[in-house]
């Protein structure tokens, strides 16, 4: 199965009637939203076209000449088990449909059955061959430890495994056409997640986002449907909704937390029926994009309390990214401190400053309510202000509330020094925090501060020496 995602999965349509292809074609377009579809009247040429195309599903008739469709099933359950096959016959035999299913058809269906029930038969095949694909695609990339294509998450700056998983997770369901959870802190970088997913699925469409944050009722179906001419007072043209916008591509909308239920009713039935109506129209347009979700807030609890629909959300949740918030990623603030310093000196056309070996460790006992966002912030800031070689530790002390001096002396008292989630500080760095915290004490006086430390002066000077202050 190759890792394009629906509605690249390709059907199979194969039957020794042109005619009934012809009218399954139409109907799996125009009522399932199936649109990669192969065509075959001749039996003999199903396996090779299996080979050579990304085919996930074949319809089978029974009665065919040459092969007959019962012989076909069993070859391509031998040769290509990870294929699924739906048997659709023209005869209503209980003793046939059961032989079928034991020999590993997936359902069976007549023809002159009703077109709903075999649609949403082709449609339910279809999501459960891709969740079976991504299981297994998971399992790989979790035992192997690997990245198909690490290229896409190269913006993306970290070391931590946690971030690696999601990666992984990410390049699992990549292919698939269900709905997308993000979820994650304000400022964890939740945009780039959805970014990264969309290039990995391989869409032929744009990205398209949208924040529905304060959006009401009437907005939200406007931007999302569209309208047509003279919908509404002002309406002096159709406009596309950013559904259309997004066809063949990926429809992103972020903070899906603060949708309105009027709004999550819509976007409900959009999930469940595939298609929506433009405003002022009566004629129902499907949807040909994947819906992603990001949101900061707890969406169990909020449909626990009846702010959020039970069934938008358990749609929603089908796959689920969790983004780890900056302080359960310690190791990452030194790369990310790096990388947003060189940004703002390449914007502001200074130098990069050489980072004081102790600021790390500050910054590693902060917890970051902001994430990466404030990290980012704090590290454009520093740069803005920036005078000498060695950067400034001033900012980072003021927005972390880490000074200390002399008439706070019991700040933080019933507080650990160091955060306890974290390893220990090296000696030499407390040293070097005891240095500084003295130096600013004494206000610069290097007499006074060797008489805090209880050092004496020529040693406080070499360690001020190597520390390059």
Do not use: W
Not at 136 to 151: K, N, V, W, Y
Not at 185 to 211: M, R, Y
């Amino acid at each position: 199965m190759n890792n394009r995602r629906y509605p690249s999965f390709g059907v199979l349509l194969v039957d020794d009637e042109a005619s009934f292809l012809r009218s399954l074609s139409i109907a799996l377009e125009r009522l399932g939203g199936i649109n990669h579809i192969y065509r075959c009247e001749d039996s003999r040429q199903v396996m090779t076209m299996i080979e050579q195309e990304p085919i996930g599903l074949v319809l089978l008739d029974l009665t065919m000449p040459h092969l007959s469709g019962e012989a076909l099933l069993q070859q391509i359950v031998e040769e290509h088990p990870e294929v699924g096959v739906i048997i659709i016959s023209g005869l209503n035999q209980l003793e046939t449909a059961v032989q079928c299913i034991r020999l590993g058809a997936f359902d069976y269906f007549v023809k002159t059955t009703e077109e709903g029930r075999l649609i949403e038969g082709v449609r339910r095949a279809i999501q459960l061959q891709e969740m079976r694909h991504e299981s297994q695609a998971m399992r790989q990339r979790f035992l192997t430890d690997t990245l198909e294509r690490p290229e896409v998450f190269a913006d993306i700056i970290t070391q931590d495994k946690g971030m690696r998983s999601v990666f992984q997770y990410l390049e699992s369901i990549a292919a698939s056409s269900q709905p997308v959870l993000i979820m994650g802190e304000s400022g964890t970088g939740k945009e780039q997640i959805a970014h990264a997913l969309h290039t990995l699925s391989n869409a032929s469409g744009p990205l398209v986002s949208v924040n529905v944050a304060g959006l009401d009722d009437n907005v939200f179906a406007d931007t999302l449907f569209g309208h047509q001419r003279g919908a509404f007072t002002g309406a002096d043209s159709a406009r596309a909704g950013m559904i259309e916008q997004a066809a063949g591509g990926t429809l992103f909308l972020d903070e899906i937390g603060d949708l309105s239920l009027a709004s999550q009713v819509k976007l409900l039935r959009l999930l469940q029926e595939g298609e929506y109506y433009p405003l002022g129209s009566d004629r129902p347009k499907r949807i040909r994009a994947r819906v992603v979700v990001a949101t900061h807030q707890n969406l169990e609890a909020k449909q626990q309390s009846g702010e959020f629909r039970k069934d938008l959300y358990y749609r929603l949740r089908i796959h689920q990214v969790a983004i780890p918030p900056l302080r359960q990623r310690k190791g990452d603030i030194a790369l990310l401190l790096e990388y947003f310093l060189a940004q703002a000196a390449e914007e502001l056309q200074k130098n990069k400053p050489t980072i004081p070996k102790e600021l790390p460790v500050l910054l590693a006992n902060y917890d970051f309510p902001g994430n990466i966002r404030e990290l980012r912030a704090l590290a454009y800031d520093a740069m803005t202000q920036h005078r000498s070689r060695m950067l400034s530790m001033d900012i980072f002390r003021r927005v972390l509330n880490q000074e200390i001096t002399p008439s706070e002396p019991d700040s933080d008292a019933g507080n650990p020094l160091f955060n306890p989630d974290q390893p220990l500080p090296t000696l030499q760095q407390v040293g070097e925090l005891l240095v500084e915290a003295a130096m600013e004490r004494a206000q610069g006086n290097q007499s006074l501060a060797s008489r805090l430390l209880g050092i004496s002066q020529p040693a406080l000077s070499k360690r001020l020496k190597k520390k390059q202050l």
